[in-house]
């Protein structure tokens, strides 16, 4: 595959509305977020093949699968597309090993069998290549569906919904292996997803989808701290996400810091080592503002630094501010009379406090 990204265009005034434009990159992982009904699934059926939009336009590297204007439409067998459904999908009659060799067809037939059971081992189903999906558990038939999506060597690699059927332990182990598949397919990747955990988890950018238009895109640090986006700031609330790599351990405190490029950030220990990369979400309404470093207090994260954009919440008392911290930007979700008592104006010096234990963090390596 060429490094050109993969690169979509949908456009159609029904039955499901669409007005979208997008590319994605090698290695990315594309979310597109958005309530239900808002065309999240049609989008990666049109890259697939399995819906043919109005106006389409959908390539990757120097293939061209879909353009309506010059009458170009591949089928779905011959698109290099893994998907995962989030009901599975799998053949009932089949092995799990059976499953991934129905995807092994391009390979020549000798080294299938093989193929499937290094796919498999791959997602962690070693030795139980032989059970049909009815003696699977939930997270294993997934595993099988992941081996079966990228058994095809896909050029991208399509998430419908993939951890809905599982229960919250599950799901983070999932998202854990489909975050190092993704890093080993070096393919861009389209995640569909309702639940806001897996876009902080496993997402290196956002789509924002409203009745099938595009309401923002971007990086997801640029994204998530955007306070314009109502149906944002109503479903999810705000919240700055922050890519950062531990710098020190304390295991007697508990405690570790985090390099963010500015002033440490200061988190519980569990689970963390020095040098990892991981991700951090602090949510608007865990940040409290102050003009002067105060004293006496039970937090750990005293955080000097600079406002950047004051954002009054339309039909509200509530004032969205954005606050740069070294080289990133935290949002405090305060009331209109704290930032007139503190003067809080662009330009104004400030300390961000927030609780170590409000932090959402994941790792990522």
Not at 120 to 138: E, F, N
Not at 227 to 232: G, H, I, K, N, R
Request: hydrophobic letters at 50%; a neutral charge.
């Amino acid at each position: 595959m060429a490094d050109t990204p993969l690169r979509v265009g949908l456009r159609q005034a029904g039955p499901i509305p669409l007005d979208v434009a997008f590319d994605c990159a090698r290695g990315d992982v594309l979310a597109i977020f958005g309530p239900s009904g808002s065309g999240k699934s049609t989008i990666l059926r049109a890259i697939a093949g399995l819906y043919a939009p109005a106006d389409a336009i959908v390539r990757t590297g120097d293939r061209t699968w879909s353009d309506t204007a010059a009458g170009v439409h591949v089928p779905p067998h011959q698109r290099a597309v893994g998907l995962v459904f989030q009901d599975y999908a799998l053949f009932p009659h089949l092995t799990a090993r059976g499953n991934v060799l129905a995807a092994l067809g391009h390979r020549p037939k000798a080294e299938r069998v093989a193929r499937a059971d290094e796919l498999l081992a791959q997602v962690h189903m070693d030795g139980l290549g032989d059970r049909r999906p009815d003696a699977l558990s939930g997270g294993e038939r997934q595993r099988v569906a992941l081996a079966r999506a990228i058994a095809r060597d896909p050029a991208v690699l399509l998430l419908d919904e993939p951890f809905t059927a599982v229960d919250r332990p599950v799901r983070r182990r999932l998202q854990d292996e489909v975050d190092a598949l993704r890093r080993r397919l070096d393919v861009p990747v389209i995640l569909v997803t309702h639940d806001f955990d897996d876009v902080v988890r496993l997402s290196t950018h956002v789509l924002l989808l409203e009745r099938g238009r595009v309401m923002a895109s971007g990086p997801i640090a640029d994204v998530m701290r955007r306070a314009d986006l109502p149906w944002l700031r109503d479903a999810v609330g705000l919240g700055a996400v922050v890519d950062a790599r531990v710098a020190g351990v304390d295991l007697e405190r508990g405690l570790a810091t985090l390099d963010i490029g500015g002033p440490a950030l200061v988190v519980p220990a569990a689970g963390l080592t020095p040098g990892a990369l991981v991700r951090v979400r602090v949510p608007a309404r865990e940040v409290i503002l102050a003009t002067q470093a105060p004293a006496g207090l039970s937090l750990h994260n005293v955080l000097a630094g600079v406002v950047t954009e004051v954002h009054y919440l339309p039909g509200t008392s509530q004032v969205i501010v954005q606050v740069r911290v070294g080289a990133t930007h935290l949002l405090a979700e305060v009331t209109g009379d704290a930032v007139s008592r503190l003067a809080l104006t662009v330009g104004a010096p400030v300390h961000a406090l927030v609780k170590s234990v409000s932090i959402d963090l994941h790792v990522v390596s």
